[in-house]
């Protein structure tokens, strides 16, 4: 059953655009940004388009992990192996899964083999506030940023106490608990929780018809304050430890992530400030097969920014600074080369002239393992009445090759009449690079807003993993593929009395441009279309609502033979106030128990429902 046909996305952002003249309260407080560009702005002021996730919105969607969050957002696909705490990526703005930098309270994490992050492993309840930018921004954060930056900010400050319990389908289970102490001067905060789920079976493939399970515990404790008006400091650990099951050779994962940070930050004078972050992230993954050691992979990253904030005159802005980062593998498989250090430097501008606003940003990255790279990005806006903005962009971005990209060990396998073939690191790859231009419009009127962005992303050096010229046994990794990405973003919100409904669509045209049997193709596992459809209603102490997400067809595989059918699911929640600081919380998830896979040959979750309790203190 697919009770939301794609052809009703474009209809359903009409319906909320008509209910624009029917608003008459007044525009809430601007939304400030960070991420945009590496100081805080308003969405408008970024000249970029951006979706921003509160505490609020986590709470009421009722989401259990990020992808959960993130799912079916303005230019957000996602594929997923298998449910809960599997193997997911993410493509934004049909960029690939590793053309998207990901952030937590300012510091890049991920590993430096794969070249991604695990999502699906952040703890939700420690979220206080999620910026997605869409669009390159490289020219302010280096590797990484073509398809755009996401970045979670964990909770922090002297904040009431919260709880939440709960459980559900598939003996799914969750608790947490946060909170904070102090003031503004000194403040503490500490926040706990864990999740566990028997899961599914996540494939038929390989003749495991078991459930496929996943657990995972974390804590994270943070501190800071203010020495005088002008110094303010923090620190933060963080540590995360998950299990996650799933079929094949090996079919056990034991997962550790750590994160320590320190930020320093002097505050002038009204026109000068300068911050200092360093950091330490740790990516360590353990692999078992029938309990028994298969292999270990950890990497290491120290990271240390320096970033210089100057108001010249009013409306005129500079932000320059430092970049430096240490990357280090640690395996019981030997990489040819297992350190690297990379050097940057960067310079934005941000100005104003009277209803225009200029942005320029440029950086310069030097890697021991590739040598430099410069990118850089200039982006104009127009502001003729509240209701109406426009913005036109151009940027460069670029992705580093990875550990596994340019030394992977040798790994290899021999077929059934002794023919051994390998896996083997290149060291003579490139980055791959992209240009991209945009132009958008949006606007506000009342509790009315819109935005629309239609761009186009041509990404040069893909890296594919093809047979070696020199040695066809083996299969190395080759800069040979080219993409030509073109997209709209369209999205629309309206608020009528206790009423909220939030649509978006996006529709993209995802091209293999490299020469061969695959030019003119689909990239794999992007669909053309997708789009979302939040409702929800509040009177009294209930509240309802509804998440409608639709993805349309895509392809396993760059030939575009084998082919994922489109799908779309319905998700339903409601909450009671018990009293101010109590609420009780259900969902139903794939109300129409959609059976549909991301990747081929994996399963995805059916029905389930689940129960919630919070707690909040009052302040």
């Known amino acids: 059953m ?16 008509a209910h624009a003249a029917a608003s008459a309260a007044e525009t809430e407080l601007e939304t400030i940004v960070v991420t945009a560009n ?68 300012g510091v890049r994490v991920g590993s430096a083999t794969t070249g991604t992050y695990g999502l699906q492993d952040l ?20 590797s990484d940023a073509i398809g755009g930056v996401i970045q979670i900010f964990t909770r922090k400050g002297p904040q009431p106490a919260s709880l939440s319990l709960g459980a559900g389908s598939r003996q799914s289970f969750e608790a947490a608990v946060d909170g904070g102490v102090g003031t503004a001067d000194l ?18 493939t390989a003749n495991e018809p078991d459930r496929d399970g996943y657990t995972r515990s974390d804590v994270n404790v943070r501190g800071g304050g203010r020495l005088g008006t002008s110094l303010s400091y923090d620190v933060q650990a963080r540590h995360l430890e998950a299990r996650n099951k799933y079929d094949g050779t090996p079919n056990v994962s034991d997962i550790t992530q750590e994160l320590f940070t320190g930020n320093l930050r002097y505050d002038v004078n009204e026109r000068f400030a300068s911050s200092l972050r360093l950091a330490q992230n740790l990516d360590a993954t353990t692999s078992l097969k029938e309990e028994r050691f298969y292999s270990r992979i950890d990497t290491r990253r120290n990271q240390a920014s320096w970033q210089n904030d100057f108001t010249l005159a ?23 080369r297992a350190k690297r250090t990379n050097r940057a430097v960067f310079l934005e501008y941000l100005g104003e002239a009277g209803r225009a606003d200029i942005q ?61 073939y390998c896996y083997v690191g290149n060291p003579d790859i490139k980055p791959e690079t992209s240009r991209t231009t945009e132009a958008g419009a949006g606007g506000k009127l ?12 041509q990404v040069s050096n893909l890296i594919e993993w093809q047979t070696d010229p020199a040695n066809t ?4 990794p080759t800069n040979v593929a080219q993409a030509r990405i073109t997209g709209l973003e369209l999205s629309a919100s309206q608020k009528l009395g206790d009423t909220t409904i939030a649509a978006n669509a996006t529709f993209l045209d995802p091209k293999n441009r490299s020469e061969g049997a695959n030019d003119g193709k689909l990239l794999a596992r992007r669909a053309r279309q997708s789009g979302r459809i939040d409702v929800d209603h509040q009177f009294g102490r209930w509240g309802l609502g509804t998440t409608l997400n639709a993805v349309g067809k895509r392809y396993d595989n760059a030939a575009n033979s084998i082919k994922l059918g489109g799908y779309a699911t319905a998700d339903l929640r409601a909450e009671y106030a018990i009293n101010p600081e109590w609420r009780l919380q259900t969902r139903i998830a794939n109300l129409f128990d959609k059976r549909y896979q991301t990747p081929n040959s994996y399963h995805q979750e059916g029905f389930g429902a689940f129960m919630t309790l919070r707690y909040q203190a009052k302040p």
Do not use: M
């Open 2 to 17: 697919n009770p939301i046909p794609l052809k009703t996305l474009p209809a359903a952002l009409l319906l909320v655009f």
């Open 38 to 105: 590496r100081v805080a702005r308003t969405a408008d002021e970024t000249l970029a388009a951006v979706t921003v996730i509160t505490r609020k919105d986590i709470e009421r969607q009722q989401a259990t992990s990020v992808p959960d969050l993130l799912r079916g957002l303005p230019g957000v696909q996602f594929s997923n192996n298998g449910g809960p705490g599997k193997s997911t990526s993410l493509f934004l703005r049909g960029t690939n899964s590793n053309h998207t930098l990901v952030l937590i309270d």
């Open 123 to 142: 703890p939700i309840a420690q979220i206080e506030r999620i910026e997605i930018v869409r669009g390159p921004r490289s020219s302010l954060y280096g």
């Open 187 to 204: 403040w503490f905060n500490a926040g706990v929780s864990s999740s566990s789920t028997r899961g599914i079976n996540v494939s038929d």
């Open 314 to 336: 009013a409306g005129h802005q500079f932000v320059t600074g430092l970049d430096w980062q240490y990357d280090e593998v640690l395996s019981n498989n030997a990489y040819a």
């Open 360 to 420: 320029l940003s440029g950086r310069h990255d030097r890697n021991e393992a590739f040598g430099n790279h410069n990118t850089g990005s200039a982006a104009v806006g127009f502001t003729l009445s509240p209701a109406l903005r426009l913005h036109t962009s151009y940027g460069t971005a670029f992705k580093a090759p990875t550990f596994n990209d340019l030394y992977y060990p040798p790994s290899c396998y021999t077929d059934n009449v002794g023919t051994t």
């Open 446 to 457: 009342g509790d009315f807003s819109w935005d629309a962005s239609l761009f186009r992303t």
């Open 473 to 476: 046994n083996n299969t190395i």
